[in-house]
């Protein structure tokens, strides 16, 4: 090995990662064996927190060629560095410990990972944006199981150390896209914790406190109610109290032993606020976060599992969305390659302009925009919904018709001698039958849309497909 390659490794931590700048360039060169590797270089005095917020930046990066990406710590002297970021990084190399290169168990781990992150595309080609389908991809690349750990440096109590940073407040907490992707059989979980937490914040800091039913004041004092056997008076302990012994108020004799000179029925409570008397105090919790204050049973109750991906769950992980949508696709005969697609229309046009013919030919886009949701509802069954969707698409086309997939989820057809009415009327007969397939199948069927365009020399392809799949993103 090179001993030279660590020359380099004390790079300034920047604070922002430059979207455009490969992250090789910020960090330093990784160990030899594990190229693919980020590496954090922590030097005594830099701030742990920097390197916390470029861990975060690089695992909510929606190219899984970077958010997958296994990160090694580097670090020297003893400084305590923060939980979440010791747990939140793959490995550290402690370089005092091993000056030399970090442990062969901690390299071969690393380069395990980076071999399997790196045959991974992403899911969709503006990267993979749904924090569910990162923190899927994630497990299923480091494998084995994710147990959560207890801790009161989380305000819920527990944490998932290594996923935390997937997922900022905006996408929710990592323990919901768990329990979500185990809902949907994509992950097992096995119990670990119940707890209860705000139901505003999830805080599992939680102040349970007595308070007065007339004003709400938790300022109460709190006695015993003492009953004398004697004569059967009644009252708050302090009635009693005489000179450091308890003497009755009411016919003046000593009582001695609990049990058979008197004994305590119940818990008197006095609000110092309002002086109300009473025996039932109102129990309220109140958040330490965020101030939330509710009857303890109706604050939120959370379950801590230890997960592990299920072969659906890998699946999905590996092959995404597209992947599946592509391999049904190429199943299919009918489909073309969308260069041929282009050429065809190309020709057309030109057919039209020169011969003008009646009634000409008509392009008919179709765009599914959401077909995420079905794989992670449908799990592998989603190959069979596509190939009926695309039964049903191609049910009205005749056999000198075309068709081709721009992209995965957008299906172009050319109905040749077809004017844009009669395809009007071809297009709202497959509107009917989609929709109804997606409704039977699907609880949150992706959106539907349908453009028709005449195909003439004026046709702008490129353009009229940017128009439909802009109007998706908006
Ligand atoms: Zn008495
Ligand atoms: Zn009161
Ligand atoms: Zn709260």
């Not at 282009?342 to 013919?357: F, I, P, S």
Request: charged share 25%; with cysteine; glycine share 8%.
């Amino acid at each position: 090995m090179n001993p030279g390659l660590y020359a380099a490794d004390i790079v300034p931590l920047r604070s922002e990662i430059d979207a455009t700048e490969p992250l090789g360039a910020i960090m330093a060169p990784a160990p030899e064996g594990v190229r693919s590797a980020a590496c954090f270089v922590l030097v005594p005095g830099e701030d742990p927190e920097d390197a916390l917020g470029l861990l975060g930046q690089i695992r909510r990066h929606p190219d899984p060629a970077i958010y997958l990406k296994p990160v090694l710590l580097v670090r020297r002297g003893a400084e305590p560095l923060p939980e979440a970021l010791t747990y939140g990084v793959d490995a550290i190399w402690d370089r005092d410990a091993e000056p030399a290169r970090p442990g062969h168990d901690v390299e071969a781990e690393l380069r395990a990972i980076g071999q399997r992150a790196g045959q991974l595309s992403p899911v969709h080609s503006g990267g993979d944006l749904d924090p569910t389908v990162r923190v899927l991809r994630f497990l299923a690349v480091r494998g084995g199981t994710f147990a959560p750990r207890q801790t009161v440096l989380h305000p819920a109590g527990w944490t998932y150390d290594r996923l935390e940073p997937l997922a900022d407040s905006a996408d929710g907490d990592v323990a919901r896209l768990l329990m979500l992707l185990a809902e949907r059989q994509l992950l097992e979980g096995e119990f670990v914790a119940r707890t209860h937490s705000c139901s505003s914040c999830n805080c599992a800091f939680l102040n349970f406190q007595e308070t007065c039913p007339r004003c709400t004041s938790a300022d109460l004092l709190v006695q015993d109610w003492v009953h004398h056997f004697r004569c059967a008076y009644t009252g708050p302990m302090s009635d009693f109290e005489y000179e450091g012994r308890l003497v009755c108020p009411k016919c003046e004799h000593l009582l001695r032993h609990l049990g058979t000179d008197y004994d305590k029925p119940a818990i008197v409570y006095q609000c110092r606020e309002c002086e109300n008397e009473f025996h039932e105090a109102d129990v309220v919790s109140a958040c330490y976060q965020c101030g939330h204050s509710a009857p303890p049973d109706m604050q939120g109750e959370r379950y801590y599992r230890r997960y592990t991906v299920t072969a659906l769950g890998r699946n999905l992980a590996i092959y995404g969305v597209d992947e599946t949508v592509g391999r049904v696709l190429s199943r299919s005969g009918r489909v073309l390659p969308f260069d041929s697609f282009r050429t065809l229309v190309a020709g057309e046009a030109a057919r039209h302009e020169r011969y003008r013919t009646e009634p000409g030919s008509a392009l008919v886009l179709v765009n599914l925009v959401g077909l995420q949701g079905a794989y992670l509802e449908l799990g592998e069954r989603t190959g069979e919904l596509l190939e009926q969707l695309l039964e049903t698409v191609v049910s009205i086309m005749r056999t000198s018709d075309y068709i081709a997939t721009p992209n995965n989820s957008l299906f172009a057809i050319v109905l040749t001698e077809t004017g844009v009415d009669a395809a009007e009327t071809a297009v709202e007969r497959l509107e009917g039958g989609i929709a109804e397939l997606l409704q039977g199948s699907l609880s949150d069927p992706p959106n539907v849309t349908f453009a028709i365009e005449s195909i003439t020399k004026d046709l702008d392809l490129d353009g009229t497909l940017d128009r439909m799949l802009g109007r998706h993103a908006a």
